[in-house]
């Protein structure tokens, strides 16, 4: 499985970005697919997550200002980051959960997205 992140970049404090994660290969189907994020000198951390089904969780320092969603039909999950701070500064890395044609469950990361909010 493959994933390719996109959306990321330098950007205002106040200001938004979109990122996007979409996932290819053998995929029977996707069960979980989240967002996460390292700071320099931090471990890494959850962001938000969503399910098929649509349920998500977010980290309580981005609730209110992200919004995580998904496409199924496309394998992809989105990360709407509104009211930027430069707290978000980090690598944004996209792991999806699911299982591979043949049922065979598998997890996998994405390269990581540098999000850099600074005036």
């Known amino acids: 499985v493959q994933l390719v992140e996109s959306g990321g970049g330098l950007v205002q404090p106040g200001g938004s970005l979109r990122l996007s994660c979409a996932a290819s290969?053998?995929?029977?189907?996707?069960?979980?697919m989240g967002w996460y994020r390292q700071a320099p000198g931090k471990q890494r951390e959850l962001v938000a997550t969503?399910?098929?089904?649509?349920?998500?969780i977010y980290a309580d320092s981005v609730k209110g200002r992200f919004t995580i969603s998904g496409d199924n039909a496309k394998n992809t999950a989105y990360l709407q980051m509104n009211s930027l701070k430069p707290e978000d500064t980090a690598v944004y890395y996209c792991?999806?959960?699911?299982?591979?044609?043949?049922?065979?469950?598998?997890?996998?990361w994405g390269q990581g997205t540098q999000v850099t909010v600074s005036s």
């Open positions: 290969g053998s995929i029977f189907s996707i069960n979980f």
């Open positions: 792991n999806v959960h699911g299982t591979l044609l043949g049922y065979i469950p598998f997890g996998s």
């Open positions: 969503i399910t098929s089904g649509g349920s998500t």
